[in-house]
């Protein structure tokens, strides 16, 4: 079967940096997405990755290792507003998306 | 950047009646369209996926009697929930993807749908 895990939920600080993992288990891979949500929001796009290695976008980083079947999300200098629900979802071989269930992370001042 | 709108934003119904939510892609064409249901507290889960003039492909356990899809154009689809009951009081998300290979998905705002 197909399978992504991440945490349930984290907890960081302000100002201080967080690293989200995910795992995924699919039936082929044709890309791994992260999306950001806001309670009571749609999700809205932060990353993709398709090859192995860290692509960078301001204060958001996202890593992929394909052999291991793994992914981070970093986010560095956090914020209130960071606040939210950071899904992980893997492109399969039939360009489906697969969702993990989301991380619920909570930044405390 | 791609924006996808849906209508209503929310709605109140009596439960036995019909809602029908509207997804529009506004400044691409939409290969394919998502629907998505999420509960409070958890995660998006799959409805169905429509691709433009053809029927829907529904996920396992989603009624597609009762939650009707039409994807008439590429910037257009419609979720219909037909004879609403109480436990189909849920947030639905539509989203829609410019092509197949690379597969972001643009969201639209939601729709909060609460039957009474």
């Known amino acids: 079967g197909q399978n992504i895990d991440q945490p349930t939920e984290m907890t960081a600080t302000e100002g201080a940096i967080v690293q989200i993992n995910c795992t995924y288990q699919?039936?082929?891979?044709?890309?791994l997405f992260w999306y950001q949500q806001h309670a009571g929001e749609a999700p809205t796009f932060l990353s993709y990755?398709?090859l192995d290695g860290l692509e960078e976008k301001g204060r958001f980083s996202s890593f992929l290792s394909r052999s291991k079947g793994y992914s981070y999300l970093l986010l560095k200098e956090l914020q209130m507003k960071d606040s939210a629900s950071y899904l992980c979802a893997v492109q399969d071989s039939n360009y489906q998306l697969i969702w993990g269930a989301g991380t619920k992370l909570i930044i405390k001042p | 950047g791609a924006v996808v709108s849906q209508h209503p934003s929310w709605v109140i119904c009596k439960s036995g009646t019909s809602v029908k939510i509207e997804c529009r892609s506004l400044?691409?064409?939409?290969?394919?369209m998502f629907w998505y249901r999420q509960f409070p507290k958890q995660s998006l889960m799959l409805m169905a996926t429509?691709?433009?003039?053809?029927?829907?492909?529904?996920e396992q356990g989603v009624e597609k009697d009762k939650f009707l899809i039409n994807h008439a154009s590429l910037t257009l689809s419609t979720l219909t929930v037909t004879s609403a009951h109480p436990e189909d009081s849920s947030f639905y998300i539509c989203?829609?993807?410019?092509?197949?290979?690379?597969?972001?998905?643009?969201f639209g705002p939601g729709t909060r749908l609460t039957v009474l």
């Open positions: 699919t039936s082929g891979f044709n890309g």
């Open positions: 990755n398709v």
């Open positions: 989203s829609a993807s410019q092509g197949r290979d690379y597969n972001e998905q643009f």
């Open positions: 429509s691709n433009e003039g053809s029927k829907a492909t529904y």
């Open positions: 400044d691409f064409q939409a290969t394919t």
